[in-house]
C-alpha cells in the first residue's frame, strides 16, 4: 500500500526537482555589480540589491547574481519568479543600525501579536523577506551573516502569561530577562530574523551557509512546497522554523544552534487562525549545540555550559511549542543530533499531533532527554482553544549516548488527555549515570501549565524510561544501559493503561 507519507515525500521530492532551476526565467542574469552595488563590505548596496531585484521581476523574472564580495544590506525584499545566486565568496551581510545609516523594514501593522511571539509575527522586519511569493530560490554556495541583527524579541501579548517561559526561567532576574525581551518598540529599525517567508510557495533554499541570523535563521509561516537542502547553519537562535507549512521536505542539513531549537516545526495563530503543518520530511539532516560559531570553524566547541534559559545547550529537531493548528504526516529520518537536547513532540496550546514517524537517529552527549512527548494545558490561543492530543507516533531505531542522568526518556499526558498510540521500537539509550535513592523517592509535580522541556518536572524518579497518563503505548526492543551506576529504577510507569513492553530485557511487570 501507499501511504500518505509514501505520498508526501513524493510531492517534496518532485518539488524540488521542478525547482531547479527554474528554467523559464532563470537564464535571464541580473548582476547586482552592474545595478550599482559595490560588494565592499563598507558600502551600504540594499538599493542596488533591490534594484536588480526589480528589474528581473519587471523582465518576468530571472537570476539575481552576487558575484564574490561583501554585500551590506538592509532589508531585501524577494519578488516572484526571482533565484538569488550566492556565488563562491559571496556575503550577504546584515547591517547595523546603530553602526550603518539605515534601518529594516518596519513589522506589519496589522498583525495581532497575541498568541505567539514577536519574531513570529513578523517578517518585514528581516534581513531578506517574501509575502506570497512563488516560484522563487536562494541558492548557494555563498555566505549570509546576519551579524547586524538581533536575536531579542518581547514574548506574546497574551493576557494569562501562563507557561510564557520555560520553569528553568523561574529565578532569573527581571534585569536579565528584559535584557533578552525588550518591549516592542525597542525592536523598532531592527532586523529580527534573516530569511523570513509568508504565504509563499515553490521555494527553493539550498547550498549556502548562514552565521548568526538573530531570532531565526529561516522562519517560514504558511509557506507550501518549500525545499530546503545543503545548508550550513550555525546561529544564534533558532536554526529553521517550518510554521503552519504544507509539503515540506529540509534534507541535507547542518544546523548548529546552542541557544535555541535546531529544525523546529510549529502550528502558531501567527495568521490570525489555525493552520496545521503537515506533509513535512526532515532527512539526512545534523543539528547540535556546540559553541556559536565553532560547526562552521570546524571546531566544535563545548565551552558553553548553558542556553538562555539556564538549562544545558539546545540544538535538536522539535514539533512545538506553539499547537494551536496540530500536526500531521510528519517524517523524520537519518537524522544526527550531537552536544544537545533531544527528539521533542510537544502539543501544549490545543491542536492534535498525529501520524508522526521518527526513525534512524543518532545522538551523542544528551543535554536533556533523548525523547520527551509531552501533552500540556498552556492553551495560548484564541477563546475556545482546548487541550491538544498525541496518537500514531512511533519513533524506532534510535541509539543515544552520553545522555545527562536526570532526565530518561518520557512521555507525559496530562490526567484524561493520555499520550496515545505511540510506539517505541529498538530504541538503544546509554545514559551517564549517577542519580540517587533520594531521586528515586521524588514524586513529579504535574505543571500542566507550563513551557514544556524535560526540565520541567525537575530530576525523574528512573533513569531510562518514564511514562505517566498514557494509553496503549507499545515498547519493543529498549535497550538501557549506565556508564556509572545509578540508584534509581530504569523504569517508571503510572496512569499507563495498554502498556506492552517485548525484547525488553530490563524490564519487570
Given at each position: 500500500?501507499?501511504?500518505?507519507?509514501?505520498?508526501?515525500?513524493?510531492?517534496?521530492?518532485?518539488?524540488?526537482?521542478?525547482?531547479?532551476?527554474?528554467?523559464?526565467?532563470?537564464?535571464?542574469?541580473?548582476?547586482?555589480?552592474?545595478?550599482?552595488?559595490?560588494?565592499?563590505?563598507?558600502?551600504?548596496?540594499?538599493?542596488?540589491?533591490?534594484?536588480?531585484?526589480?528589474?528581473?521581476?519587471?523582465a518576468?523574472?530571472?537570476?539575481?547574481?552576487?558575484?564574490?564580495?561583501?554585500?551590506?544590506?538592509?532589508?531585501?525584499?524577494l519578488?516572484?519568479?526571482?533565484?538569488?545566486?550566492?556565488?563562491?565568496?559571496?556575503?550577504?551581510?546584515?547591517?547595523?543600525?546603530?553602526?550603518?545609516?539605515?534601518?529594516?523594514?518596519?513589522?506589519?501593522e496589522?498583525?495581532?501579536?497575541?498568541?505567539?511571539?514577536?519574531?513570529?509575527?513578523?517578517?518585514r522586519n528581516?534581513?531578506?523577506?517574501?509575502?506570497?511569493?512563488?516560484?522563487?530560490?536562494?541558492?548557494?554556495p555563498?555566505?549570509?551573516?546576519?551579524?547586524g541583527?538581533?536575536r531579542?524579541?518581547?514574548?506574546?501579548r497574551?493576557?494569562?502569561?501562563?507557561?510564557?517561559?520555560?520553569?528553568?526561567m523561574?529565578?532569573?532576574p527581571?534585569?536579565?530577562?528584559?535584557?533578552?525581551?525588550?518591549?516592542?518598540?525597542?525592536m523598532?529599525?531592527?532586523?529580527?530574523?534573516?530569511?523570513?517567508?509568508?504565504?509563499?510557495?515553490?521555494?527553493?533554499?539550498?547550498?549556502?551557509?548562514?552565521?548568526?541570523?538573530?531570532?531565526?535563521?529561516i522562519?517560514?509561516?504558511?509557506?507550501?512546497?518549500?525545499?530546503?537542502?545543503?545548508?550550513?547553519?550555525?546561529?544564534?537562535?533558532?536554526?529553521?522554523?517550518?510554521?503552519?507549512?504544507?509539503?515540506?521536505?529540509?534534507?541535507?542539513?547542518?544546523?548548529?544552534?546552542p541557544?535555541?531549537?535546531?529544525?523546529?516545526?510549529?502550528?502558531?495563530?501567527?495568521l490570525?487562525?489555525?493552520?496545521?503543518?503537515?506533509d513535512?520530511?526532515?532527512?539526512?539532516?545534523?543539528?547540535?549545540?556546540?559553541d556559536?560559531?565553532?560547526?562552521?570553524?570546524?571546531t566544535?566547541?563545548?565551552?558553553?555550559l548553558?542556553?538562555?534559559?539556564?538549562?544545558?545547550?539546545?540544538?535538536?529537531?522539535k514539533?512545538?511549542?506553539?499547537?494551536?493548528?496540530?500536526?500531521?504526516h510528519?517524517?523524520?529520518?537519518?537524522?544526527?543530533?550531537?552536544?544537545?537536547?533531544?527528539?521533542?513532540?510537544?502539543?501544549?496550546?490545543?491542536?492534535?499531533?498525529?501520524?508522526?514517524?521518527?526513525?534512524r537517529?543518532?545522538?551523542?552527549?544528551?543535554?536533556?532527554?533523548?525523547?520527551?512527548?509531552?501533552?500540556?494545558?498552556?492553551?495560548?490561543?484564541?477563546?475556545?482553544?482546548?487541550?491538544?492530543?498525541?496518537?500514531?507516533?512511533?519513533?524506532?531505531?534510535?541509539?543515544?549516548?552520553?545522555i545527562?542522568?536526570?532526565?530518561?526518556?518520557?512521555?507525559?499526558?496530562?490526567?484524561?488527555?493520555?499520550?496515545e498510540a505511540?510506539?517505541?521500537?529498538?530504541?538503544?539509550?546509554?545514559?551517564?549515570?549517577g542519580?540517587?535513592?533520594?531521586?528515586?523517592?521524588?514524586?513529579?509535580?504535574?505543571?500542566?501549565?507550563?513551557?514544556?522541556?524535560?526540565s520541567?518536572f525537575?530530576?525523574?524518579?528512573?533513569?531510562?524510561?518514564?511514562?505517566?497518563?498514557?494509553?496503549?503505548?507499545?515498547?519493543?526492543g529498549?535497550k538501557l544501559?549506565t556508564?556509572?551506576?545509578?540508584?534509581?529504577?530504569?523504569?517508571?510507569?503510572?496512569?499507563?493503561?495498554?502498556l506492552?513492553?517485548?525484547?525488553?530485557?530490563?524490564?519487570?511487570?
Amino acid at each position: 500500500m501507499i501511504t500518505r507519507r509514501d505520498v508526501t515525500l513524493a510531492l517534496a521530492t518532485s518539488a524540488a526537482a521542478a525547482l531547479a532551476p527554474f528554467p523559464a526565467h532563470a537564464a535571464r542574469v541580473f548582476d547586482v555589480r552592474k545595478l550599482g552595488a559595490r560588494g565592499d563590505g563598507v558600502t551600504l548596496d540594499t538599493d542596488a540589491v533591490n534594484a536588480a531585484i526589480e528589474a528581473a521581476a519587471r523582465a518576468g523574472g530571472g537570476t539575481v547574481l552576487f558575484p564574490a564580495g561583501r554585500y551590506l544590506c538592509f532589508t531585501i525584499r524577494l519578488k516572484s519568479r526571482i533565484t538569488l545566486m550566492l556565488a563562491k565568496g559571496a556575503v550577504i551581510e546584515a547591517a547595523d543600525p546603530a553602526r550603518h545609516p539605515g534601518k529594516y523594514d518596519l513589522p506589519e501593522e496589522e498583525i495581532d501579536q497575541l498568541y505567539q511571539d514577536y519574531g513570529h509575527s513578523y517578517w518585514r522586519n528581516s534581513l531578506i523577506w517574501g509575502d506570497g511569493v512563488e516560484d522563487v530560490a536562494i541558492v548557494g554556495p555563498g555566505l549570509i551573516h546576519g551579524v547586524g541583527l538581533t536575536r531579542h524579541g518581547p514574548g506574546a501579548r497574551w493576557k494569562s502569561q501562563t507557561g510564557e517561559r520555560p520553569l528553568s526561567m523561574k529565578q532569573m532576574p527581571a534585569k536579565s530577562i528584559s535584557e533578552l525581551e525588550p518591549a516592542a518598540a525597542a525592536m523598532r529599525d531592527q532586523g529580527n530574523k534573516a530569511i523570513a517567508l509568508k504565504n509563499g510557495r515553490n521555494i527553493r533554499l539550498s547550498g549556502f551557509s548562514m552565521l548568526k541570523c538573530g531570532h531565526f535563521a529561516i522562519l517560514a509561516t504558511g509557506t507550501q512546497k518549500l525545499t530546503i537542502t545543503d545548508l550550513q547553519i550555525d546561529t544564534d537562535r533558532d536554526g529553521i522554523d517550518l510554521d503552519c507549512t504544507k509539503g515540506v521536505l529540509v534534507e541535507r542539513c547542518r544546523v548548529n544552534t546552542p541557544n535555541d531549537d535546531g529544525i523546529v516545526v510549529k502550528a502558531t495563530y501567527a495568521l490570525g487562525r489555525s493552520i496545521a503543518a503537515e506533509d513535512i520530511v526532515i532527512r539526512h539532516c545534523a543539528v547540535s549545540g556546540y559553541d556559536l560559531g565553532t560547526m562552521l570553524d570546524g571546531t566544535r566547541g563545548t565551552t558553553m555550559l548553558a542556553a538562555p534559559d539556564r538549562d544545558r545547550p539546545t540544538g535538536r529537531i522539535k514539533l512545538g511549542t506553539e499547537s494551536t493548528g496540530g500536526y500531521a504526516h510528519v517524517l523524520i529520518e537519518d537524522c544526527t543530533f550531537d552536544h544537545c537536547r533531544g527528539l521533542a513532540l510537544e502539543t501544549v496550546d490545543g491542536g492534535a499531533m498525529t501520524d508522526v514517524t521518527a526513525r534512524r537517529l543518532v545522538m551523542r552527549d544528551v543535554t536533556t532527554a533523548p525523547i520527551f512527548l509531552r501533552i500540556g494545558d498552556r492553551r495560548r490561543g484564541p477563546p475556545g482553544t482546548g487541550i491538544g492530543s498525541i496518537r500514531d507516533v512511533t519513533i524506532s531505531d534510535i541509539t543515544a549516548t552520553g545522555i545527562d542522568h536526570r532526565f530518561p526518556a518520557s512521555i507525559a499526558g496530562l490526567p484524561g488527555h493520555p499520550v496515545e498510540a505511540v510506539t517505541l521500537r529498538n530504541i538503544d539509550l546509554t545514559y551517564n549515570g549517577g542519580g540517587t535513592a533520594e531521586d528515586a523517592a521524588l514524586v513529579p509535580p504535574e505543571v500542566p501549565t507550563a513551557y514544556p522541556e524535560p526540565s520541567m518536572f525537575g530530576v525523574l524518579p528512573s533513569w531510562g524510561l518514564w511514562v505517566r497518563h498514557a494509553r496503549d503505548i507499545t515498547v519493543d526492543g529498549l535497550k538501557l544501559q549506565t556508564a556509572t551506576p545509578d540508584a534509581r529504577p530504569p523504569f517508571k510507569i503510572e496512569d499507563a493503561p495498554g502498556l506492552k513492553a517485548t525484547r525488553t530485557p530490563l524490564w519487570r511487570d
